[in-house]
């Protein structure tokens, strides 16, 4: 058994062989070392498992379900298979910045009030294109408690925070919050942050140190109706926590821009799409020449 490391990156896998090669390279190009890089592959039917073997690497360690996991249980399983005190779980088909655990790492390490370390992001298409830059933490930069997070989430109506691989956080938080809940597939991370941040506090970063890709046939773009609900549900829930205090005026603005967010959500979708048509018709050209 290798030492213990700091870090456990963790990447559930599941029909991921087209983004899957760019997403590890992300991770073992790290400026920061000490981390390990665990691969969990969910019975995938494609070639996810010939491109995570044709990496060689001692910091890569691959698992393997028997048979497909739903999502929150395969999440929770790779966060299981984690041995480091610090996890961050990273999409099959999303990027890390050469320096995204260097800059994460220190403030976690060196400040145990913090439960949650967060960056923001780029948005990205299917060719790796940036659609919208230095996305997110509107407002949440610095240190900020968990009432302060929840206050601004509530305003928000939809999710500032970001996705998983912006985040670092604890592994004993994560068990201790309850892990992934199946009954918040559509918006497991930003129901995950909230619940770690009952035990500690808050850092939103400047730096973007991520990149979420919005493809034509990612579980964003298939469920955005979906999404919608279970955002509001969750703002709802939220407004009637104790813990948060989140007042009346933070619902009621939240309940004013939720059709905003949803309406930036699809125009996200809407130009990711006309992005892979693009890039379709122009190999298709190529093909014919």
């Keep these: ?64 379900n028997a048979t497909t996991l739903s999502q929150p249980d395969n999440w929770n399983r790779v966060i299981e298979l984690c041995r480091a005190p610090l996890i961050k ?56 408690t968990g009432v302060e997070v929840a206050r601004k989430v509530v305003r928000n109506g939809a999710n500032p925070i970001g996705e998983a691989g912006g985040v670092l956080f604890r592994r004993d938080h994560f068990f201790a919050a309850g892990g992934w809940r199946s009954d ?10 909230l619940r770690l941040l009952q035990y500690g506090e808050f850092l939103g970063q400047p730096e973007t140190l991520a990149a979420f890709r919005i493809g034509r046939g990612s579980v964003s773009a298939e469920n955005e109706q979906a999404i919608y609900e279970e955002q509001r549900l969750f ?33 996200l979708f809407a130009i990711s799409r006309f992005n892979a048509r693009k890039q379709d018709r122009t190999a298709a050209a190529e093909l014919a020449d």
């Design 1 to 64: 058994m290798l030492p213990q490391p700091s870090v456990s990156v963790c990447i559930p896998v599941y029909n991921g062989e087209r983004f899957l090669a760019e997403t590890i390279r992300s991770v073992l190009d790290q400026t920061y070392r000490d981390f390990e890089l665990v691969l969990l592959e969910n019975a995938s039917t494609d070639g996810s498992m010939e491109v995570i073997r044709s990496f060689a690497d001692p910091r890569i360690r691959v698992e393997r």
């Design 89 to 144: 779980l990273v999409c099959a088909d999303d990027l890390l910045h050469p320096r995204c655990l260097e800059l994460q790492v220190g403030p976690m390490e060196a400040d145990p009030g913090l439960a949650v370390v967060a960056a923001r992001r780029h948005m990205i298409d299917e060719q790796s294109r940036v659609i919208v830059p230095r996305r997110g933490l509107g407002g949440l930069l610095g240190v900020r």
């Design 184 to 193: 918040r597939r559509l918006i497991m991370d930003l129901d995950m942050w």
């Design 235 to 267: 703002t709802e829930e939220l407004g009637e926590s104790p813990y948060f205090q989140v007042r009346g005026i933070d619902l009621a603005i939240g309940r004013m821009l939720a059709p905003a967010g949803r309406a930036r959500r699809q125009a």
